[in-house]
């Protein structure tokens, strides 16, 4: 490696993250694909605007051998975005990688087993969360983002935004969540955030600028789910039916 091509790759690295940002995709895509350069160049010493095609099977063979077809997906995607954006290059490997088809439904918990999980959550803001989004059939990343005015309380819905394929919808709001909402919103009173993160305490709450950790919520989640004896891989709160939580 010489100190012209590290330095050739850091401006192309920057102009990446630029058209990444400037696209409007999402943050997690934004991270998987500039990771995936940063991957990519490490692995070729940072010299990758001339990649060929054995040199692209040598590496997705070696990164399939410690990382899912997942990760090598990205790693693809955004080798693809960093060759037709910053490099203005055509890339005729379209078909190179081919991860084999599977379609895997999340294992949904039964009301029963969910209002097992409520009663099981001891901490109030994540017993809180599990039911808004068990109640709305919210993903993680829906419920954690939700805001004071997403609430409508006068028509019983709620505005969820930038959900998948950065779209926005209406779901319907149960009395019975709106009065929890209000009742939990009483206890923090952050003029924002429905689920403010809980590094301050409940007297920084009020002040908290950033939602409930999303590392912190799976985590609690999969303690409680075990605690409760609930055999279900990767289980998920969610479902579009509400109920008196416990």
Request: proline share 5%; hydrophobic share 40%; aromatic share 8%.
């Amino acid at each position: 490696m010489t100190a012209s091509s590290e330095a050739d790759f850091k401006r192309n690295y920057e102009t990446h993250l630029k058209h990444l940002q400037l696209k409007g995709l999402q943050p997690k895509t934004i991270e998987a694909y500039s990771r995936a350069i940063r991957r990519i160049g490490a692995y070729f010493e940072h010299r990758i605007e001339d990649l060929c095609e054995q040199q692209l099977i040598d590496y997705f063979t070696d990164l399939l051998e410690s990382h899912s077809w997942s990760a090598v997906k990205l790693d693809l995607y955004g080798l693809k975005f960093f060759y037709a954006h910053v490099l203005h290059k055509p890339w005729a490997n379209v078909d190179l990688i081919k991860p084999p088809k599977a379609q895997r439904l999340p294992d949904i918990v039964t009301v029963e087993e969910a209002k097992r999980v409520f009663a099981a959550t001891s901490t109030l803001s994540y017993r809180v969360f599990f039911f808004t989004a068990y109640s709305l059939g919210l993903r993680l990343g829906e419920g954690l983002r939700l805001q004071v005015g997403d609430i409508d309380a006068a028509r019983k819905r709620v505005h969820i935004r930038d959900a998948k394929g950065n779209k926005d919808r209406l779901v319907p709001l149960p009395e019975t969540t709106l009065d929890l909402l209000r009742r939990f919103w009483q206890v923090h009173r952050n003029p924002v955030l429905l689920f403010p993160n809980r590094h301050g305490g409940l007297k920084g709450a009020c002040c908290a600028t950033t939602p409930l950790d999303r590392g912190g919520v799976q985590i609690t989640l999969r303690k409680v789910v075990e605690a409760c004896g609930i055999k279900k891989r990767s289980p998920r709160i969610v479902c579009a039916t509400a109920m008196q939580p416990t």
